[in-house]
């Protein structure tokens, strides 16, 4: 038997750190409204695209087409054949001139990831950094404030001769990179996010014009907000915006704020959609 003061605090503070637990890991109440402004016929468009102040890049697994914005026009390409060392890109951010490539072997046994960097004016290979075989399969990479951040998705599919889900999805990691591409801190994602994409994971990332990180699935025509947690490990979600995508990588647009890159595979296209963010998040581009 306990005080009442004693038994009313303590049920304070189960009540209280329940809500704690559970924030950010339910589907959010917000929704944005959105539109698409632009769409492309592009026979690239197959696993994610990139985009600049002039040219968008549409990535496959072994390819890297330069279109420019303005005309839809293909200016350029890098390409390599079925077999070599290029095995799958998987997303393509432009920062200062460079596009930044994940890269990785999937769906081969054991994953094993890259970094590829390449010219933007030229798309010439520049560099190649080797991340080994630890987190998973990396799907992006974006900066932030000087920062890169990326994701190493793992996955419930069983593919081909494996008699294994490869990799497991719930032990899908965001990670914060340090300058020599070591992972110097990683989160993992919230379990109602990952059940959105079935038994695949989570495939792009970028930060927002609003300075918030947003993520894509495998499939759903969605885009997520989410926020680093106050506290632990899970990334906490707090809004979705329909796209006219099917999943797969995206860039954020900074050239014209609100406006996101993505794609829509089976139909080899690469689409523009303006998300309607809030006033005050969007003007702090």
């Known amino acids: 038997m306990c005080r009442i003061a004693?038994?009313?605090?303590a049920a304070l503070v189960v009540l209280a750190t329940s809500g704690l637990a559970q924030e950010g890991t339910h589907e959010p109440a917000e929704t944005l409204k959105s539109e698409t402004v632009r769409s492309y016929d592009v026979p690239e468009a197959n696993q994610a695209v990139g985009?600049?102040?002039?040219?968008?890049y549409a990535v496959d697994n072994r390819t890297i087409a330069k279109y420019a914005k303005d005309t839809g026009e293909r200016v350029?390409?890098?390409?390599r054949d079925k077999g070599g060392a290029v095995k799958h890109f998987d997303s393509a951010t432009v920062v200062d001139g460079k596009i930044y490539v994940a890269h990785s072997n999937y769906p081969e046994w054991p994953m094993t990831s890259s970094i590829e960097i390449f010219d933007a004016a030229t798309l010439d290979h520049l560099?190649?950094?080797?991340?080994?075989?630890?987190r998973g399969s990396l799907t992006w990479l974006d900066r932030k404030d000087g920062v890169w951040y990326g994701a190493f998705?793992?996955?419930?599919?069983?593919?081909?001769r494996s008699q294994h889900a490869y990799g497991n999805k719930y032990t899908t990691q965001l990670v914060r990179f340090d300058d020599d591409w070591r992972v110097a801190e990683a989160w993992l994602l919230p379990d109602a996010l990952l059940?959105?994409?079935?038994?695949?994971?989570?495939s792009g990332g970028s930060f927002g014009p609003d300075g918030n990180l947003w993520l894509s699935g495998h499939d759903p025509a969605e885009i997520y907000k989410m926020e680093f947690p106050e506290f632990g490990s899970i990334m906490r979600w707090v809004a979705t915006a329909a796209a006219e995508i099917a999943g797969q990588g995206i860039a954020w647009d900074h050239s014209d704020p609100g406006v996101i890159y993505g794609i829509i595979r089976d139909e080899r296209r690469v689409t523009a959609t303006r998300i309607d963010l809030p006033k005050k998040q969007a003007a702090a581009d």
Do not use: W
């Open 6 to 9: 004693f038994c009313s605090l």
């Open 51 to 56: 985009v600049d102040d002039k040219y968008f």
């Open 76 to 79: 350029a390409a890098f390409e």
């Open 127 to 134: 560099e190649s950094h080797s991340l080994g075989t630890d």
């Open 153 to 160: 998705a793992n996955y419930n599919r069983v593919f081909e």
């Open 195 to 202: 059940e959105k994409f079935d038994d695949m994971s989570n």
